[in-house]
C-alpha cells in the first residue's frame, strides 16, 4: 500500500514538473516576443534627414499610408520623406532627395491607384487573422506588398515594410527597393505635352479629379479627332477620284476615318496631353470602344474585300469546267462569316473586361448570369446548329457556291452560304431560302459536284414504225459543229407499247445551263423533223380496229 502510494506521489510530482516547465517555456517565449518584435533590425534609419516638428504615426501600415498622405495633402514633402526608408541613398543626399522622391512615389500611388484601404492592416505586427473556413493559425507579416508596377517588362513591387532601429520602436516604411525604383517609374509616366509645363505639385493635386484646363484639353481633342476623321475621310475619298486601285477603299472611308479619330483622341488624351480625371478616363474608354469597334468592322470590311478579290481572281465563271475554284469560294465565303464572329466575340468580350462589368457583380449575379448563359444557349441552338452545319459544308464540301444542284424538287444554282442558310437561286431566278442543317439531314442531286458537263435526256414520243436510224441520223446532224455539245449523242429506242413508242436522246452540255438551251433545241427541231417527215406519218397515234359487221362501219 505504501508502495503504491509512493508510486502516485512520485507521478503526481513528476506531471507537476513538466507543466511547470511548459507554462515557464511559453511565458519565455511571450517575452522573448515582445523583447523582439517581428521586423527587420537596422542599425538606423534615415539619419541623413532632419528631424520633423509634428511627428509621423508609423506604428501600423494603415496609420503609416494615411500619415503620408495627410502630409503630401499640406505639401509637406520635407515631412513625408520621413515615411521612406532611405537606406539605399547615401547620408549626405539624403535630405536632398527625399522631398521630390516623397512627391514622386505620391503620384505613382495615385496614377496606379496602389492604395486599397480594406487591404491595409491596423495592427502594429500586421497580424493576419484566417476566416472560418481557413486552418491554421493567426500570424504577423513585416512587409506587405501595395502592388506591382510594370517597369521594363519586369514587375516592381511597391511594398511596405516593418524596420526597427536598435531599442526604437518599429515602424512602418517604404520598402528600400520601392524607393529606389521609384525615379524610374515615374519616369516611365509621360508627362504630355501640357504636364511639361504644370508643376509636379498642381498635376498630383489635379490628378484623378476633374479640372477646368482638362476640360479645355478634353473639348479640344475631341474637336482634333472628329477633325481629323473627316480629314482622312475626305482625303481617301479624293485620292480614290484619281487613282482606280483606290476605288474599292471608298467603302471603308467611313469607318477608317471613325477609327482614326479615336486613335487620334486616345493617343491625346493618354500620350500627348496625359488627361487624369473621371472625364478623362470616360473618355479615354469610349474613344476605346469606339476605336475597337471601328476596328473590327474594319477588318470585316477588309477580310470582305479580299475575299471578293480572291472569288473574282481565282474563282473562274461557272462557264468553265473548274469545281476546284467553286471548292475556293465556298471556303473564302464561310470563313469571312466566322471572322465576323470571331472579331464580334472577341470585340464584345474585351469591351467587356474593360468596362469592368463583372469586377462589380457578386457571385449571386454571375450565377444568375451563367444560368441565363444557359437558357440563351438551349434557345440558339437551332442557330448554333445550323452555323457549325455551315462550318462542316465548307470543310466536308458536299456543295459550293456555283453548284448546280436538285433540292426538294427545285432546280437551283447554290447562290450564297450565308452564316445559318444556303442561298439557292432556281431557274425562275427565285430565292430558295434552306438552312444547313436541311442540306446536311436530307438527300439532294449535286449536278456539277465532279464538273459542270451535264448530261441531259430528251424523250420524244413517236409511232413505233419509226425508223430510229433515220432519228439518229437527224440528231448527229444538229449537234454537229454545236460548242455546246460535249460528245456525241445517243438515240436509243427505250420505250414502248400497243400505241406509241419512246425515244431517249442522250445529249451532254458544257454547262447545266447550255445542257438546258440544248436540250429544248434538240426536242424543238426532232419534233419538226418528225413532222415533216411523210406528213407526220411517225408522230404519236391513236389506232381504233373495226370488226365486221360491227355496226360502226355503216
Not at 541623413?48 to 494615411?66: A, M, N
Not at 526608408?85 to 496614377?111: G, T
Not at 525615379?183 to 489635379?206: C, K, S, T, V
Not at 484619281?242 to 472611308?253: A, C, E, V
Request: proline share 5%; charged share 25%; hydrophobic share 45%.
Amino acid at each position: 500500500m505504501i508502495t503504491g502510494m509512493a508510486l502516485l506521489v512520485r507521478a503526481c510530482l513528476i506531471s507537476f514538473a513538466f507543466c511547470l516547465a511548459v507554462c515557464t517555456a511559453a511565458c519565455a517565449q511571450d517575452d522573448d516576443s515582445e523583447a523582439a518584435p517581428f521586423a527587420y533590425q537596422v542599425d538606423q534609419i534615415n539619419a541623413g534627414l532632419p528631424p520633423v516638428e509634428r511627428q509621423l504615426r508609423l506604428d501600423t501600415p494603415r496609420s503609416t499610408i494615411d500619415s503620408y498622405l495627410e502630409a503630401i495633402e499640406d505639401d509637406d514633402f520635407a515631412r513625408a520623406a520621413h515615411v521612406l526608408n532611405l537606406s539605399a541613398i547615401p547620408l549626405e543626399e539624403q535630405a536632398e532627395q527625399a522631398p521630390r522622391l516623397a512627391l514622386m512615389l505620391a503620384f505613382v500611388l495615385r496614377r496606379h491607384n496602389l492604395i486599397d484601404w480594406s487591404e491595409l492592416p491596423d495592427q502594429p505586427d500586421a497580424r493576419v487573422l484566417p476566416d472560418l473556413a481557413q486552418s491554421g493559425s493567426p500570424y504577423s507579416r513585416r512587409s506587405i506588398e501595395l502592388g506591382e508596377v510594370r517597369l521594363d517588362g519586369r514587375p516592381v513591387p511597391i511594398s511596405l515594410q516593418r524596420f526597427q532601429a536598435g531599442e526604437d520602436e518599429p515602424v512602418w516604411l517604404f520598402s528600400p527597393l520601392t524607393v529606389e525604383r521609384t525615379p524610374e517609374i515615374f519616369a516611365e509616366i509621360r508627362p504630355g505635352l501640357l504636364g511639361r509645363w504644370i508643376p509636379l505639385e498642381e498635376r498630383l493635386d489635379n490628378l484623378g479629379k476633374d479640372s477646368s484646363w482638362e476640360l479645355l484639353a478634353a473639348a479640344l481633342l475631341l474637336v482634333a479627332g472628329i477633325l481629323s476623321g473627316v480629314t482622312v475621310y475626305y482625303g481617301l475619298r479624293a485620292l480614290a477620284k484619281r487613282l482606280s486601285w483606290l476605288r474599292s477603299g471608298r467603302k471603308i472611308g467611313l469607318t477608317l476615318s471613325i477609327l482614326v479619330a479615336a486613335i487620334a483622341i486616345r493617343f491625346g488624351a493618354t500620350d500627348l496631353v496625359l488627361l487624369t480625371g473621371p472625364i478623362a478616363s470616360n473618355l479615354a474608354i469610349a474613344s476605346e470602344a469606339v476605336g475597337l469597334a471601328a476596328g473590327g468592322w474594319l477588318f470585316v470590311q477588309v477580310v470582305a474585300a479580299v475575299s471578293l478579290g480572291l472569288s473574282r481572281r481565282y474563282v473562274v465563271p461557272l462557264e468553265i469546267d473548274d469545281p476546284g475554284n467553286r471548292r475556293i469560294k465556298t471556303t473564302v465565303y464561310v470563313m469571312r462569316r466566322m471572322a465576323l464572329v470571331f472579331v464580334a466575340l472577341l470585340w464584345l468580350g474585351y469591351i467587356i473586361h474593360r468596362v469592368g462589368v463583372f469586377d462589380s457583380f457578386g457571385l449571386s449575379v454571375l450565377a444568375s448570369a451563367g444560368a441565363l448563359g444557359v437558357l440563351v444557349t438551349i434557345a440558339a441552338r437551332p442557330l448554333l446548329g445550323n452555323m457549325v452545319a455551315g462550318l462542316q459544308i465548307a470543310l466536308t464540301d458536299p456543295l459550293r457556291v456555283g453548284d448546280v444542284v436538285v433540292y426538294d424538287g427545285h432546280w437551283a444554282t447554290v447562290e450564297d452560304i450565308a452564316f445559318a442558310h444556303t442561298v439557292l437561286r432556281t431557274w425562275l431566278d427565285t430565292r430558295l431560302i434552306v438552312p444547313h442543317s436541311d442540306f446536311l439531314s436530307k438527300p439532294f442531286e449535286n449536278w456539277s459536284k465532279e464538273g459542270e458537263e451535264v448530261r441531259r435526256i430528251v424523250k420524244i414520243p413517236v409511232d413505233y414504225r419509226i425508223e430510229v436510224d433515220q432519228v439518229r441520223r437527224k440528231v448527229e446532224e444538229i449537234v454537229e459543229g454545236d460548242p455546246r455539245s460535249t460528245s456525241a449523242p445517243l438515240v436509243e429506242l427505250v420505250e414502248a407499247d400497243a400505241e406509241t413508242a419512246v425515244l431517249w436522246i442522250w445529249i451532254s452540255g458544257s454547262t447545266s445551263f447550255t445542257s438546258w438551251y440544248l436540250h429544248n433545241e434538240i426536242r424543238e427541231k426532232v419534233i419538226a423533223f418528225l413532222r415533216d417527215l411523210e406528213d407526220g406519218a411517225y408522230l404519236p397515234r391513236q389506232r381504233h380496229v373495226l370488226l365486221r359487221g360491227d355496226p360502226r362501219r355503216s
